[in-house]
């Protein structure tokens, strides 16, 4: 029985004649409204049953578009970043072959299996392609040097306002804003080449440099990740002075901070110094990651790995080859 029949037997209220051969009228009276009665209760169980299977029937979804599901679908649970300087000797066309087409397999190898979603590549050519999937955007330091941002196009788009951070005299900075496709998520990253001399004037006016660019958006988003080889061990500058020093630091948020492990720099020096830092002012905190090809590579960040033992071009030093740092920064 359908629903609809069952609303119009209802709705009709029509009652049988109550009479029935051979029997008085009052009994006959007490005997019909007792079939009826037994009658009304199976059409209403019917009825019932009807119901319930128009509303068990699946329910097309709403059309939205691709953003909109994947806004209902998706919740930011955190990213994953990537601070590296291979160093420019690697890349000289003498190391070329020996070093920097192995620096460009680390590079992507890590994007790959971490699924990093920001990367700041220090001194990195212009030719390097990135995985299918990545988008990188470099720029120029002046004197050759170049910091290039990299990150994960199919989770992140750019947006404005752009910059064009810009020191010059050998240092890089990059500085873009970026929103995560499917939901309102905004952050601010920039990539940097420090100066050495962290007491320096030189030093302080780089990072007045980054102030002013990370400044620009503001408006848009206060979430700030800052991807640096800051050329200063940790006692000279801690992460958080660091970003005193560039205003990124939010009233009454306490920035997560890496344990380091393991020390970045450099080849040449035997590996003593903390540079290579990874920087949020938002989170709640912010994990190492040691990635395991990288491990055996370089005997568990100890040593430099052997593709990457060179000597400047001119041979009268070794080369300055960093550690990469993965950081998973949880939201």
Partial sequence: MSSSACLLLVENGEEPELKEEGLP????????????????????????????GFLMRPIRPIDLDQAEVISLATQVKGMT??????HWECFSPVNLQSCGNQAFGVISGLLQRHQVDFANIVELPTSYQPPKGWAMSCRPGGGGDTTCLIW??????????????????????????????GTDLKVT?????????????????????????????????????????????????SDISLQAG???????????????????CCNNVGYRGFFDR???????????????????????????????????????????????????LNL
């Fill in 25 to 52: 009228d009052s009994t006959a009276q007490d005997y019909i409204l007792t079939r009826y009665r037994w009658l009304l209760i199976g059409v209403l169980s019917l009825c019932t049953l009807a119901l319930g």
């Fill in 81 to 86: 970043l990537l601070q590296f300087n291979p």
């Fill in 152 to 181: 994960k196009a199919d989770t992140w788009e750019v947006i404005g306002p752009g910059t064009e951070c810009w020191f010059g005299r050998g240092r890089a900075c990059a500085v873009m804003t970026f929103q995560h496709l």
């Fill in 189 to 237: 990253v920039a990539g940097a080449h420090f100066p050495h001399g962290a007491e320096t004037g030189w030093y302080s006016e780089f990072l007045g440099v980054l102030h002013f660019n990370l400044d620009k958006s503001r408006n848009v988003t206060d979430k700030v990740v800052v991807l640096a080889d800051s050329n200063a061990g940790i006692h000279q500058k």
């Fill in 246 to 264: 560039m205003g990124t630091l939010r009233p009454h948020v306490k920035a997560p901070t890496v344990f380091y492990k393991y020390r970045t």
């Fill in 278 to 328: 990874i920087l949020a002012n938002f989170g709640s905190s912010l994990a190492l990651i040691e990635d395991g090809p990288y491990q055996g590579q370089s005997g568990g960040y100890t040593m430099t790995p052997a593709f990457a033992r060179i000597s400047l071009p001119s041979g009268a030093a070794a080369g300055e080859f960093h550690h990469p740092v993965l950081a998973r």
